[in-house]
C-alpha cells in the first residue's frame, strides 16, 4: 500500500510539473527558456529516428518483397510472353517478306520464259531410294503435278519432279549424282550434260560434260537447259550455272569443266513446277545479265612459235642448200600438249598430242620434220 502511494503521488507531482512547464512555455513564444533543451532533444531524438528507418526500412522492403512476389511472377511470366510474341511476329514478317520476294522472282522468270507454274513450298529434305538429294514440296497431283516435271525457282532450274502424291510430291535436285541435264552453252549452240555431285559438293558445283572434243570451252561462259521432248522432264532456256573450272581432257572425245549453279540449292524454299512447257524456245532470254568480268581464258594454247634457223636465210629467188640440215630448209615442228584447263581450240588439231586421235606419224609426218 506504501508503495502505491508514494508512485501514486510522484506521478501526480510529475503531471503537476509539466502542466506548470508547459503553460510557461506557452506564454513565452519568442523567448522561451526550455527552447536549447527542445533542440538538444530534437537532435537526440531525430538521430534515433533515422537510425531506426536505417534498420527498419531494408525490413519492411524485404517483407513487401516476399509478400508481392507471386505477382512479380505473373508480370514477369506476361512479359517474356509478350517478348516471345514479339519476337514470332517480327520473324514471320522477315520471312514473308523474303518469301514474297522469291515468289516474286519465280512468277517473273515463270512469265518471261511463258511457263505455266503451280507455286509449291520445300516442307523437307531428304533421300529416297535411287536419289542421295531430293526434297519433299507441299504440291502434288490435285494441283495438277504429274512426276518428270521441271521445277524451277526464281534463279534457275531446281530439280525434277519423280514423284507426285494426292498432295505433295519429291523432287530430285539437279546436284544429285544421278540426275543427268541436257544444257546448252550461251550464244551458241555447244551442247552437252550437266550431272550433280551429291551432297559432299553442298550444291556449289555441278559436272557439265560437253559433247563435243573440238569445241572449246570457257571459263565465264554461262549454259541453260537444252530441253527435252515436249518438255518432260526439262524445259528449255532454264539457266543452270556459271563455267568455273575447265578441265584438260587430251585424247578423250568430250570436255569437263565445273559449273557454279545459280540455284542456292542449301537455302530452297519457294519453288515452281512447270505444268505446261513454252511454245517456243526462249533461248538465252531467262540468263540474268551478265556482270562485268575479266577476258576468258583460252582452252588451249596457241601452238609455241618455232625457233628462226639457225643460219642465214636463203636468198629470194633460189633454192636453199638441200645438203645443209633439216632445221635450215624448214622450221621444225614442236608438238604442244594442252595446259591445265585448257582444251585445243578448233583449227589446233594439227598440234594435238597423239592421244587425240592423230599420232605422231600417222599423217605421213615425221617427229623430226615433215617430209619434202
Known amino acids: 500500500m506504501r508503495d502505491t502511494r508514494r508512485a501514486r503521488t510522484t506521478l501526480g507531482l510529475l503531471l503537476a510539473a509539466s502542466l506548470v512547464l508547459i503553460t510557461i512555455d506557452h506564454r513565452q513564444r519568442g523567448d522561451s527558456l526550455f527552447d536549447p533543451f527542445r533542440s538538444a532533444g530534437a537532435s537526440v531524438f531525430g538521430w534515433a529516428e533515422q537510425a531506426g528507418t536505417a534498420v527498419a526500412r531494408p525490413v519492411g522492403e524485404f517483407v513487401s518483397t516476399f509478400a508481392s512476389a507471386p505477382d512479380a511472377e505473373r508480370r514477369i511470366a506476361r512479359l517474356r510472353a ?8 517480327l520473324t514471320a ?6 518469301r514474297s520476294a522469291e515468289l516474286s522472282a ?11 507454274v503451280v507455286p509449291a513450298e520445300v516442307i523437307a529434305r531428304r533421300g529416297v ?13 490435285v494441283d495438277g503435278v504429274r512426276a518428270e516435271m521441271t521445277v524451277l525457282n526464281g534463279d534457275g532450274l531446281v530439280g525434277r519432279v519423280v514423284r507426285a502424291g494426292p498432295s505433295t510430291s519429291t523432287v530430285v535436285l ?9 544444257a546448252r552453252v550461251e550464244q551458241g549452240n555447244k551442247v552437252g550434260l550437266v550431272s550433280g555431285l551429291g551432297p559432299s559438293a553442298d550444291g556449289r558445283f555441278v559436272r557439265f560434260r560437253l559433247l563435243d572434243a573440238v569445241s572449246s570451252l570457257t571459263t565465264g561462259s554461262r549454259i541453260v537447259t537444252f530441253g527435252s521432248e515436249r518438255g518432260t522432264p526439262y524445259v528449255p532456256g532454264l539457266p ?4 568455273e573450272r575447265v578441265e584438260p581432257t587430251p585424247g578423250e572425245l568430250t570436255r569437263v569443266a565445273y559449273a557454279t549453279p545459280f540455284v542456292d540449292f542449301g537455302a530452297l524454299d519457294v519453288v515452281g513446277v512447270v505444268v505446261q512447257a513454252p511454245a517456243r524456245d526462249p533461248r538465252d532470254a531467262l540468263l540474268p545479265p551478265a556482270p562485268a568480268r575479266r577476258p576468258a581464258r583460252a582452252e588451249a594454247p596457241s601452238p609455241t612459235p618455232a625457233p628462226p634457223p639457225s643460219g642465214p636465210p636463203p636468198a629470194v629467188g633460189r633454192r636453199a642448200d638441200p645438203s645443209g640440215p633439216p632445221e635450215e630448209r624448214r622450221p621444225r615442228r614442236r608438238d604442244t600438249t594442252p595446259g591445265d584447263g585448257e582444251v585445243v ?17 600417222g ?10
Open 345 to 361: 581450240a578448233p583449227g589446233e588439231r594439227g598440234n594435238a598430242p597423239p592421244g587425240d586421235g592423230e599420232g605422231a606419224a
Open 82 to 89: 509478350e517478348n516471345a510474341r514479339l519476337r514470332g511476329e
Open 93 to 98: 514478317r522477315g520471312l514473308d517478306r523474303r
Open 106 to 116: 519465280m512468277l517473273g522468270l515463270s512469265g518471261l520464259g511463258r511457263f505455266r
Open 240 to 243: 543452270i550455272g556459271t563455267i
Open 129 to 141: 531410294p535411287g536419289f542421295e538429294d531430293t526434297v519433299e514440296i507441299d504440291a502434288g497431283s
Open 363 to 372: 599423217d605421213g609426218r615425221g617427229r623430226d620434220g615433215e617430209r619434202e
Open 174 to 182: 539437279l546436284t544429285d549424282p544421278a540426275s543427268s541435264v541436257g
